[in-house]
């Protein structure tokens, strides 16, 4: 036993010491200040040309008739902002407002494609030789807040399922607002895991509330509606259905108070977040848009909020993910600078408006939708992903 929890040890150095070194290389990719570098194609000087690199037809460029703007340029664009399979354009588009902007001298523009509806406003520094802001149709996050918008349009609640809960663990903790309970000998921990060997449980806190248990095999017990731990995918469906998840590793469901997950050798269970009040989040969230004070606000936040299950921040950019709230806050780690709600999200945003309720036309400034993900869900593949390969190795 002390031999297999000092190899558990070592592994759980190894595992730490990667995480760092990726965190170190993905902190140090991410563009600062929104800034994205293109490279400029080879032997065009002239904004014809370039143009024309792109596919973009029907160009004319005048003195803009707009203040503020050095050049119009009419034109109509080699390709749609949105391709025919749903994805967005964005890096096509960028590429050509980068380079335009480059060959320009940074002189603010404005590009206009009559045909599509299009009118792209940049604002430049020529000073500073840099892109201070980009409006597509006025949205400074076009890309982002359209995809949102395709999102809200198809929006679809996660029903729950009546789930008969027999694990004398699981019924305890919920008793116990999910406070941690005795469940036996914690023998070793690995990657925030307390492991009850003999128990056959597994247990990962967070904020002084579980977070996760696992049942492993030696668990022989009923976990809920009569199924245990390596029970065949026919029995597990026949007792609760069509599962609300799939992926190749794994099955799931969610009930009132419990995710459950079904996949070789274990099953794992996830609280269920109430209802939450959004109130004094968004307010610390409009006070850093108006100041940017980055350490400021996630002191604030994780105040209020200490339950994160990920947290990066430097001076230029802030990533928390509160994965049972369905939350993630970001700012210059993707052009989806704001709160992005995904599918397990309960609570209320803007004037009082539900996952229910936002549609195209309400949708809230910093707000965007992954409503077609379940953090919980996406939390437990990628969780017995590294499982698997810690396991292989």
């Known amino acids: 036993m002390k031999k297999k929890k000092l190899n558990r040890i070592k592994i759980a150095i190894v595992i730490l010491v990667i995480i760092i070194i990726t965190l170190f290389i993905i902190i ?3 563009p600062k200040n929104n800034e994205v570098e293109y490279e400029m194609p080879s032997q065009i000087t002239s904004i014809e040309d370039l143009l024309k690199y792109y596919n973009c037809t029907n160009i004319m460029i005048t003195e803009s008739k707009e203040n503020g703007f050095e050049y119009d340029i009419y034109l109509k664009f080699g390709e749609d902002t949105w391709k025919e399979n749903g994805n967005s354009n964005e890096a096509y588009y960028t590429s050509i407002i980068v380079n335009v902007a480059n060959l320009l001298n940074y002189n603010s523009y404005r590009m206009i494609d009559s045909e599509r509806k299009l009118l792209i406003t940049i604002i ?12 597509i149709n006025g949205q ?3 890309f982002s807040r359209e995809l949102t918008k395709k999102i809200a349009d198809t929006y679809k609640e996660v029903k729950e399922i009546d789930m008969k809960i027999q694990a004398k663990e699981i019924n305890a903790l919920i008793n116990n607002n999910w406070e941690p309970i005795q469940l036996g000998t914690i023998e070793s921990r690995f990657e925030d895991y307390d492991i009850y060997f003999d128990e056959g449980i597994e247990v990962k806190t967070i904020d002084g509330k579980v977070y996760n248990i696992i049942f492993t095999e030696k668990y022989k017990e009923t976990i809920l509606n009569g199924l245990r731990v390596n029970d065949t995918k026919e029995k597990i469906t026949n007792a609760l259905g ?4 799939s992926d190749p590793s794994v099955i799931g469901y969610k009930g009132k108070d419990i995710y459950v997950f079904f996949s070789e050798n274990e099953i794992s269970v996830y609280r269920v977040q109430t209802f939450e009040d959004m109130k004094d989040f968004l307010n610390l969230w409009n006070t850093f848009l108006n100041e940017k004070d980055v350490k400021s606000f996630v002191n604030k936040v994780t105040d209020i909020w200490p339950g994160y299950s990920e947290f990066l921040y430097d ?18 780690v993707t052009t989806e600078n704001g709160i992005v709600l995904y599918n397990n999200f309960q609570g209320t945003i803007g004037n009082e408006l ?5 549609n195209p036309e309400n949708i809230p400034k910093n707000i ?8 919980v869900e996406t939390e437990e593949i990628n969780r017995i992903r590294s499982k698997n390969i810690h396991e292989n190795r």
């Open 28 to 30: 140090n990719q991410l």
């Open 368 to 375: 965007y939708l992954h409503t077609d993900e379940d953090l």
């Open 124 to 135: 430049a520094n020529n000073a500073e030789r840099k892109i201070q802001k980009t409006y």
């Open 140 to 142: 400074i996050d076009y």
């Open 315 to 332: 001076s230029n950019f802030v990533y928390l993910k509160y994965t049972l709230k369905g939350i993630v806050i970001q700012f210059n």
């Open 242 to 245: 069509k599962p609300s998840f």
């Open 354 to 358: 539900t996952l229910k309720d936002i």
